[in-house]
């Protein structure tokens, strides 16, 4: 129940600007130790400092997969260490200097969904000038840049236990209406 009521809570969190839309026309210059490519499964496998840029957006990992799609969409996936989470990170389109950051285990990235799920130990955070302004914590956390909404789940439910999301919000200037 308790992480219903979180989830629930965290739909009026007012992150209401989308990822950067310019990056969608962007290459995707991938660093690895070693790349290998698989042209009829159109996927690439990466080791060892994986390195991801597209426009904006920027992805980290120990280990990571692309598997392109006919259509041409790229579904991505990024794997850390246990001492060296998996990263990735994004700006904002609005008119201030904002970026979203997330670390976890595990990222998956869903480039035709615009879905980006991260699995274990998961942190999200809205950063605004490189200043933290809210953090979400949880086993795992969902994203969807088209909806626009989060879900937080724990790694097993257990109602006897303290709730294990968790989630620190800037307070907002209120719009006055005339």
Known sequence: MRVLIFILALS???LSTQ??????????????????FD?????YTLTGDVL??????VG??????????????QMIDLNGKSNLPASMRQRR?????EFMQGIAKDILYDDQKEK?????????????????????QGWQIEYEDVKESYKIKPQKLDLNRPPES???LSPRKKVVIK
């Open 19 to 36: 990822a950067n839309q310019t990056d969608r026309d962007k290459p995707l210059i991938i660093n690895a130790d070693q790349v290998d």
């Open 166 to 168: 968790r989630a620190i």
């Open 52 to 57: 991801l840029i597209r426009g904006s957006m």
């Open 93 to 97: 389109e609005t008119l201030q200097d």
């Open 116 to 136: 980006l799920l991260l699995v274990g130990n998961a942190t999200v955070k809205r950063l605004l000038n490189m200043q933290m302004l809210d953090q979400l």
């Open 39 to 43: 042209d009829v499964k159109q996927k």
């Open 12 to 14: 009026a969190l007012p």
């Open 60 to 73: 980290t990992g120990e280990r990571g997969f692309i598997l392109v799609t006919p259509e041409g969409y």
